[in-house]
């Protein structure tokens, strides 16, 4: 059991280019969740998906979409990064509503230039 | 809006000493909090959650919705117990799923 997977590990990125975060899950769980964290806070939620085809905006959605395509995967875009963007990307997932532990990735180390 | 505060950014006891990590939320329905727990090097993982009312690794949580308090302690600080740790609100929206309000954690540091 690999868990949470995330691809990939540390990405460099110049103003306006694009990209897609992998994240992978096989705990066959049906919730799905993207948090970005910067220096002294807190993760904050960016979106998050209920199951296979649903997407749902965080608190911080903004300059991201998501996809959520097949339950084992869900993947996170950035259409025209900005600096902004520079952060450290979660993944997590969890079973269900009512067994909620969240799971979470090793993270994507995000830089743009 | 929901908030999760977390007063200290860092924390350092001696070892053998009680600890208590502060968080305090706001959510005006019924709250569900967490605490998640970072070692070095190892990714976030649930240390315990309210409504199980467990002590884990000697750590325990009460809620008290009065001072809307959700405070982790532990009565014997242990070297392992260096670690980051945050407190973590979920709040429903009737979607059943939204994900975990956090707060912005403190570094507890655990001297010999």
């Known amino acids: 059991n690999a868990g949470v997977t995330q691809t990939p590990k540390f990405r460099v990125l110049k103003t306006g280019q694009s990209m897609t975060l992998l994240c992978a899950q096989d705990?066959?769980?049906?919730?799905m969740y993207w948090y970005r964290q910067d220096p002294g806070m807190g993760l904050r939620l960016i979106h998050y998906?209920?199951?296979?085809?649903?997407?749902a905006k965080g608190e911080v959605p903004d300059g991201y979409n998501v996809s959520r395509l097949k339950k084992q995967n869900f993947l996170l875009g950035l259409e025209s990064a900005a600096p902004s963007q520079t952060s450290v990307y979660f993944c997590?997932?969890?079973?269900?509503?009512?067994?909620?532990?969240?799971?979470f990735g090793p993270g994507t180390r995000l830089t743009v230039t | 809006a929901q908030r999760v505060t977390q007063p200290e950014k860092l924390l350092s006891v001696f070892k053998g000493a009680p600890v208590e990590l502060k968080c305090n939320y706001s959510y005006s329905g019924s709250p569900e909090l967490f605490w998640y727990v970072q070692y070095s090097r190892q990714r976030l993982q649930l240390l315990l959650r309210?409504?199980s009312r467990e002590s884990i690794k000697g750590f325990t949580a009460d809620l008290n919705k009065g001072e809307t308090s959700f405070h982790l302690k532990k009565p014997f600080a242990q070297e392992e117990d260096s670690a980051m740790y945050y407190c973590?609100?979920?709040?429903?929206?009737?979607?059943?799923?939204?994900?975990?309000?956090f707060g912005k954690g403190t570094h507890l540091i655990i001297q010999p």
């Open positions: 705990m066959n769980h049906e919730y």
């Open positions: 309210h409504i």
């Open positions: 997590a997932s969890s079973y269900s509503s009512r067994y909620y532990e969240q799971y």
């Open positions: 973590a609100l979920r709040g429903y929206s009737g979607g059943g799923a939204d994900g975990l309000t």
């Open positions: 998906s209920v199951g296979e085809g649903t997407t």
